[in-house]
């Protein structure tokens, strides 16, 4: 095997890399969007709650507040740059790695066209699955992140939570579509 050829693949791999972090990033930005008008709107816990319950394994207080003012009755828009900012880079960071996931998946599945789009909305429910199932329990008993994380899911409501998923899958398909 000649030099060229492992750059060659070495280069391919990281373009998947790249481009699944870049696909995954900016599919979870209107996924995060979501979440806060969903929160802020019907679900009455707080216009930045779900950035909040995010950064929650490092501080609680945030989340807490914000709850506590959307449980008085009024709009609750409490802003908290640190905490806000730490939560949305980590559902960025996470974003990014599911994102990678699903790019080396539909090129190994050879998924091209219309069809990047149902594979993209099947993979985040898939993802929604694996998070509200696995993962956040199992991160929220590594980290301390209490009930807040572990049941994060069922807080929100599964419907809601898949709805968030749906929209993140729907942003990864439309991705591959666009730019093969």
């Known amino acids: 095997m000649s030099q060229d050829g492992r750059t060659a693949r ?7 890399i790249e481009t699944g972090m870049m696909a995954g990033m900016a599919a979870a930005v209107p996924m995060g969007i979501f979440a806060m008008i969903a929160s802020a709107t019907w679900q009455r816990a707080g216009f930045y709650t779900p950035m909040y319950r995010i950064a929650s394994v490092l501080d609680p207080l945030p989340l807490e507040a914000s709850l506590e003012e959307a449980a008085a ?3 609750s828009f409490y802003f908290y740059p640190q905490p806000m900012f730490a939560g949305f880079a980590v559902h960025l ?3 990014g790695f599911f994102g990678v996931l699903f790019v080396v998946l539909v090129r190994a599945l ?3 066209g219309p069809a990047s789009v149902a594979a993209g909305v099947l993979y985040g429910l898939g993802v ?3 998070m509200g ?3 956040l ?3 929220a008993e590594l980290l301390g992140g209490g009930r807040q994380i572990a049941e994060a899911a069922s807080i929100v409501g599964w419907p809601t939570f898949a709805a968030w998923h749906l929209l993140y899958g729907l942003g990864l398909g439309t991705w591959r579509l666009l730019w093969p």
């Not at 070495?10 to 998947?16: K, M, P």
């Open 10 to 16: 070495l280069a391919g791999v990281e373009r998947a």
């Open 93 to 95: 960071a996470i974003g």
């Open 128 to 130: 929604a699955a694996l």
């Open 73 to 75: 009755g009024s709009p």
């Open 110 to 112: 050879r998924v091209r």
């Open 133 to 135: 199932l696995v993962l």
């Open 137 to 139: 329990p199992l991160g």
